[in-house]
C-alpha cells in the first residue's frame, strides 16, 4: 500500500518587519541657539556687561562666528530673544490657567501682572542691572521683541473687553489701547525695581489702583479713581523721593 508524503508543510515567512523610521537629526542651529542664549545672559548677570564682540564671545564659548551667526544677527538680538521669550512664557503660564476662560479683561491683566512680579523675582538682579536706572522715557532696544509680543497679548485683551462692555469702542483711539498698556506695564516695572517693602506688598497695591484706573480710563470718567490713586501715590513719591 502506498504511503502519503509525509512532508511537514513549510510554515509561511513571517513578514518582515518595517524599518524603523530614522531618528531626526538634532538641529545645530537649535543647540547653537540655546548654548549662544545661555552663555551671553550667564556672562551679562557676572560681568555687568554684553559680551564685547562675537570674536570674542566665540572664542570664549568654542565656537565659530559662523555658528553665532546662524543662529542671530548680533549680539543685541540674543538679550532681546531672551526678555521676548520669557514674557512669552509667563504670558503662556496665566493664560493655561483653569478660570482663565472666565475672567474678565481687568482679571486677566491683573492676573498677569502679577504672575509677572512673581517671576520677575528669579530675575530681579538681572531686571535692576539692565533697566533699574531707565524711565518711561527710555526705549532700550532689548526690549523691543518682548514690547510687540506684550502688544499682541494686550490687544486680545483689550478686544475681549470691548466685546464684553468693559473697555469703550472709540474708534481709532483705541488702536493705542495695548501702547498705554505697554507704558503701564513698563510702570509696573519701574515701580518693582523701586519698591524696598517687605514682600513687596506696595508693588501690589500700586498694580491694583493703577489697573483700577486704567480700566475706569478706557471704560468711562475716572475721577473716584483718580482721588483714590493720588491719595496712594503721594506718601509713595514723598519716600522715593527722600532716597535720592
Not at 503660564?93 to 504672575?115: D, I, N, Q, T
Not at 481709532?172 to 507704558?183: D, H, Q, R, S, W
Amino acid at each position: 500500500m502506498a504511503t502519503k508524503s509525509s512532508k511537514t508543510p513549510t510554515a509561511p515567512k513571517a513578514p518582515k518587519a518595517p524599518k524603523a523610521p530614522k531618528a531626526p537629526k538634532v538641529s545645530q542651529k537649535n543647540d547653537h541657539r540655546t548654548m549662544i542664549l545661555e552663555a551671553y545672559m550667564a556672562t551679562l548677570q557676572r560681568e555687568g556687561n554684553a559680551p564685547v564682540s562675537v570674536h570674542r564671545f566665540c572664542q570664549d564659548l568654542g565656537i565659530g562666528e559662523k555658528d553665532f551667526y546662524m543662529a542671530f544677527p548680533n549680539l543685541d538680538a540674543v538679550e532681546m530673544h531672551f526678555w521676548k521669550s520669557w514674557i512669552e512664557s509667563i504670558i503662556h503660564a496665566v493664560s493655561a490657567g483653569k478660570e482663565w476662560s472666565s475672567f474678565s479683561a481687568k482679571e486677566r491683566y491683573l492676573a498677569f501682572l502679577f504672575a509677572f512680579t512673581a517671576e520677575a523675582l528669579e530675575h530681579r538682579s538681572l531686571l535692576e542691572q539692565r533697566f533699574g536706572k531707565l524711565t518711561l522715557l527710555c526705549r532700550p532696544s532689548s526690549l523691543d521683541g518682548l514690547k510687540n509680543s506684550f502688544k499682541d497679548f494686550a490687544g486680545d485683551l483689550i478686544q475681549q473687553g470691548m466685546d464684553h462692555g468693559e473697555i469703550a469702542r472709540r474708534g481709532a483711539l483705541g488702536n493705542l489701547y495695548p501702547e498705554v498698556l505697554y507704558i503701564h506695564w513698563r510702570s509696573v516695572l519701574e515701580y518693582f525695581l523701586k519698591d524696598d517693602s517687605q514682600g513687596f506688598d506696595r508693588t501690589d497695591a500700586f498694580i491694583e489702583k493703577t489697573v483700577e484706573f486704567a480700566f475706569d480710563l478706557l471704560r468711562t470718567q475716572a475721577i473716584d479713581s483718580a482721588a483714590d490713586l493720588a491719595r496712594f501715590l503721594l506718601p509713595q513719591i514723598a519716600h522715593f523721593g527722600g532716597k535720592s
